[in-house]
């Protein structure tokens, strides 16, 4: 069954990928949804069969794959509760994500190519998930690093979209030579790449040392710093998190399926997957915890200031992933993997719907020239609405009801105050403050979306439809290419509210895009409600697959009642601090930027990394570059190698042809000359 799970999306790839346009789009499509159809109904049994004690964890060679020396291990599918999980969130997201694709990338004329790397995506996703090894690990890591860089630069005729996949691609890998320093060093300490071996040896190397850049240092520390830093490149944590708002230049459904759902989660299930390593480096530990809650309130900070829609869930995707890693950082992985899972629902959720906003307004992703929406797409607002109230976290704890976002998160919050450290409360503290930034920015989106009056007669996007009359895929659209991947820069932000809607009407979404909306709904109202006691509360469920802390755990549900409440405080905050910006007072957001002056400024800018990168390493890089070309390159190398070369022959043939004279006498001296020489060699 798991041979089928991993291997049916990549043959689905091969037949879309090598058909393509001879294939045709329906068979294509049919081909890989099909696939993903079929892997995503054979995962749900094993996740289930974990749930109810069922099941137990099992290891599926597929062939030998390397024997040279020590270092020696197999292709084989781990099967436990960790990769059960990871199974369902992969399959059922990518299943959902084909199908939504259908309607979506309806006119698109490259579509058995799409879906190849849609499948292909999967593949090297549930290649990492159910490594048994750390170079089979890294074997998928780099596979979801190659289909996310063919996916961001799909619609390569934009500049932009080659740019983003360009700079997705070498952000990575930054982040994977530290991956690869750490599979090195767990190597050269255990002498074996076997994750099971690896934890098993792990805990008796606790206080060992090891030489690092002339230093003595622990020696767990540093193997899962460098593994981790791994993990921040994939799950775009802070200082190597600039990739992930530019990649939403791919299509929308690529931002739900590698975004949202699965490739940023891999940096989460390493760090679970290894956590008992992890567990023996207590500095490597606080370090997580450090950039996960930093990254938590940078994030929030910058979603704020956006206005594409896309954005906006673009860095709240950053800013929840720092929630999952400050809670394994505390040492609560139940409580981070329950938050992978409840995200995966209600992220790809609000990027679908988004995805759906997107194609009702003609590809206007502004979120100021929309408005007014609610009653013209009302599916897609009801299911963002339930997307909304799940990251949020609506619930009330003691009913013991809410969305999915109040069970993982709240959970985080009470583990991260309970672990009673300074780091566990500098992340309580971080998180609790990027709790009410998450409110504002989300009710910030659906009442600038769906709220106020129709702002869509400024659009020129939208004017486009309006005299064309028709939805002409956003690649081909030369008012979006020229745009494409550059804000609408204001000092001072305008709410536009006097446009009006300009003779467009909005339509809903096909059905293919409307089921995957409502099935995810299910999952954002629901996800936390049905697993979070197993998820929290259960070391049986884990059964050995991560480190659970029993004694952590009891301590997360003696919190004291006000720290309970703290999210749900916040996020009514964040919800009355909208309504008042957005639909009671609407002149007061560009007021508030106008006065805010810098620090508005500094959020919309994203903190300035890119402008820092760019002076500290992409302008010094250039221009080394070309000083190299210059001086080594042109200097030295074709000068005295192939120009060179040239250059001797063309001149020795200048020298010959001034021989070849054409009289008789010249050759008969040249001849005697000769004779001469030979004669003299012979006797002297």
Known sequence: MITLIVFLPLLAAIIAGFGNRALGNTLAKSVTTGALSIACALSWPIFLGFLSGTMEASVVQVLPWVQSGTLTFDWSLRVDTLTAVMLVVVTTVSALVHLYSWGYMDEDPDQPRFFAYLSLFTFAMLMLVTANNLVQMFFGWEGVGLASYLLIGFWFRKPSANAAAIKAFVVNRVGDLGFMLGIFGTYLVFQTTSIPEILEAAPAMSGATIGFLGYRVATMDVLCILLFIGAMGKSAQLGLHTWLPDAMEGPTPVSALIHAATMVTAGVFMVCRLSPMFETAPVALDFVTFIGAATCIFAATVGTTQWDIKRVIAYSTCSQLGYMFFAAGVGAYGAAMFHLFTHAFFKALLFLGAGSVIHAMHHEQDMRYYGALRKEIPFTFWAMLAGTLAITGVGVYHLGVGFAGFWSKDAILEVAYARGTDLGNFAFWMGTFAALLTSFYSWRLMFLTFWGKPRWADSEHIQHAVHHGHDEPEEHNPAIQEDAGHDVTHTVPSPNYSAGTGGYHPHESPISMLIPLGVLSLGAVLAGQLFAPAFLDSAAFWNGSIFYNEPLIHAMHAVPTLVKYAAFIVMVLGLAAAYLAY??????????????????????????????????????????????????????????????????????????????????????????????????WVLF
């Open 583 to 680: 639909i009671k007072d609407t002149s007061l957001p560009a007021r508030g930027a106008e006065q805010l002056g810098p620090v508005y400024r500094f959020f919309y800018n994203k903190w300035y990394f890119d402008e820092l990168y760019r002076m500290l390493f992409i302008i010094p890089a250039f221009a080394f570059g070309k000083a190299f070309w210059r001086f080594v390159d042109k200097g030295m190398i074709d000068r005295f190698g192939p120009d060179g070369a040239a250059w001797i022959v063309t001149k020795g043939s200048a020298a010959a042809k001034r021989v070849q004279t054409g009289y008789v006498y010249s050759y008969a001296l040249v001849m005697l000359l000769g004779l001469v020489a030979a004669i003299t």
